[in-house]
């Protein structure tokens, strides 16, 4: 509905106003014109008289009086002063002179509609509570019924109630319903809306319950056990479970024996109806015979690598069959089921190395196994190179002429070096770099020892390296890994020595000569 709120209008124009017309108390000009107010109903308005002098009136008024003033007239419409109604047009509009003319305005206004009432909605349901599929009728109305400017929408969880349903109420059955509704209707006008709404509240499907028993539940190998079963609210049951006899379509209750049993096994029950469906299971336990006892040994269990040992198994009990299992190539397959002792050929290289045995029987499978520390074994291989010669010596080395030697894994083991007579020491290289040597095992090793042969050397001095003419200085000499040195152009000789030049009268150099067996410096 729409709002009108009053609001004034003011008609105005310039206001023409003759020089010569004066006012002064006591004098009246006549106006030969009139100002009259008019409308189609009875209104109020401000009359403003030459934008001067002002009233406030209500109703059909024409105003001449001996002394009106002359010139421009406004008129200015109270638009709330007529409850029901609504201004529409003032003709003329404007202001309105009234010099040598009588003039009126008439105002037009309309009625204002009525607004529309707020509806009432009532819902319910013949029942609000069904069973599973059942089906109500709903009823609901409306009031103003039949009112144009009434609008009702039906809404809620059921697909099929919703969207425009008219203005008039009605009854309408739900059809079956398998689950819990709302149904809400919703009415409106321009004045306001109003909502009802109602629940019909379903149950559940009925729900298949079933239930199963063995007896015993815990029986001996070969034994038998009975199941017995029952159900309510089926219309068909099945077996199923772990057991090849107990399957496929059974009555809806019942008992049944089973075959003897060699194995435990799990039998199930599952009954249904078109809603939904429930199963049972029961296990039954069946004791077995016990398992054979199998032993296995092994002597030594410590072993290097390469080297051989004795298995011994042996076996007791109900046994159909035993298999060598383990590591070693030369121990696996049937071995038969009475047990033997046996030395392994070729020696050990896995470590550790397992041997065992795994027997089979009516009562299941038993077994033993024994492992072999294999202890690995490592070479060293030893190199000698250079000019000189020298011996290697270690734990198992003497190169000279044993230069390989094997080790066990993780030992760790020092290596030293001697030269000959006229050799010096090179060095390490290989499974060694440093001036010492210690190889721990963790692989092959190879090991070079360099030997180089002592070479010549020899040196000079004069001191001092410059004297005073006829002044003498003293020259010293020595070598190394030589036979003799002679010193030229004296002739003195020696490995080492020191001589005096005696007076100098001239520069003079010195040298010397050094040999070996083949060798000069």
């Not at 029901?84 to 003319?101: C, D, I, K």
């Not at 029942?127 to 409306?142: A, C, D, K, P, R």
């Not at 379509?249 to 049993?261: A, C, D, N, R």
Request: aromatic share 10%; glycine share 12%; hydrophobic share 25%.
């Amino acid at each position: 509905m729409k709002k009108y709120f009053p609001k004034i209008i003011i008609f105005s124009v310039l206001m023409i106003l003759a020089m010569s017309f004066l006012f002064s108390a006591g004098e009246v000009q006549a106006v030969p014109g009139s100002v009259g107010v008019d409308g189609n109903v009875n209104y109020c308005y401000t009359l403003i008289a030459v934008g001067v002098e002002s009233w406030y009136r209500c109703g059909n008024i024409t105003y001449s009086w001996p002394g009106m003033p002359e010139g421009q007239w406004d008129l200015q419409i109270d638009l709330g002063s007529v409850p029901g109604w609504r201004f529409v047009s003032v003709n003329p509009s404007g202001a309105q002179s009234n010099v040598n003319r009588s003039f009126s305005w008439y105002s037009t206004w309309e009625q204002i509609p009525a607004p529309p009432p707020v509806p009432s909605v009532s819902i319910s349901a013949d029942s609000t509570n069904l069973s599973y599929g059942g089906s109500t009728t709903i009823h609901w109305s409306v009031s103003p019924s039949g009112d144009s400017r009434i609008s009702c929408t039906a809404g809620g969880t059921k697909d099929s109630w919703q969207g425009n349903i008219g203005n008039t109420g009605y009854s309408s059955g739900t059809g079956p319903l398998y689950q819990t509704h709302t149904y809400s209707v919703t009415c409106s006008s321009s004045s306001g809306s109003n909502s009802a709404s109602v629940t019909v509240n379903v149950e559940g499907p009925p729900q298949v319950s079933v239930s199963l028993s063995a007896n015993p539940t815990n029986v001996f190998y070969n034994g038998t056990t009975t199941l017995s079963w029952s159900s309510n609210n089926a219309s068909s049951c099945s077996a199923g479970g772990s057991h090849p006899s107990w399957q496929g379509s059974i009555s809806t209750s019942g008992s049944s024996t089973s075959p003897p049993l060699t194995s435990s096994q799990t039998y199930t029950v599952t009954c249904s109806n078109q809603y939904n469906s429930d199963s049972r299971s029961v296990f039954v336990t069946v004791n077995q015979p016990s398992p054979p006892s199998v032993s296995v040994s092994v002597s030594p269990s410590t072993v290097k690598q390469g080297e051989n040992v004795t298995v011994t198994w042996s076996v007791s009990g109900n046994v159909s069959s035993c298999t060598a299992t383990g590591n070693w190539p030369g121990w696996q397959g049937s071995i038969g089921t009475s047990g033997y002792s046996s030395t392994t050929q070729g020696g050990l290289t896995e470590n550790p190395t397992t041997f065992g045995v795994s027997c089979t029987g009516p009562g299941g499978t038993g077994s033993d196994s024994k492992s072999v520390t294999v202890i690995k074994r490592y070479t060293l291989n030893v190199t000698k190179s250079g000019t000189g010669s020298g011996t290697v010596t270690g734990s198992g080395i003497s190169c000279g002429t044993d230069c390989s030697e094997t080790y066990d894994a993780g030992s760790c083991i020092e290596y030293f070096h001697s030269e000959t007579k006229g050799s010096k020491w090179g060095g390490w290289s290989g499974a060694c770099t440093g001036p010492g040597c210690i190889i721990c095992y963790d692989g092959n090793k190879s090991l070079t020892a360099t030997f180089l042969k002592n070479e010549p050397t020899a040196s000079i001095t004069c001191s001092p390296g410059t004297v005073l003419y006829n002044s003498s200085a003293n020259v010293s000499w020595s070598s190394q890994n030589t036979s003799n040195c002679t010193v030229s152009p004296t002739g003195w000789t020696g490995k080492s020595g020191s001589k005096s030049t005696g007076n100098l009268t001239s520069s003079q150099t010195y040298t010397v000569t050094c040999t070996s067996s083949s060798n000069d410096d």
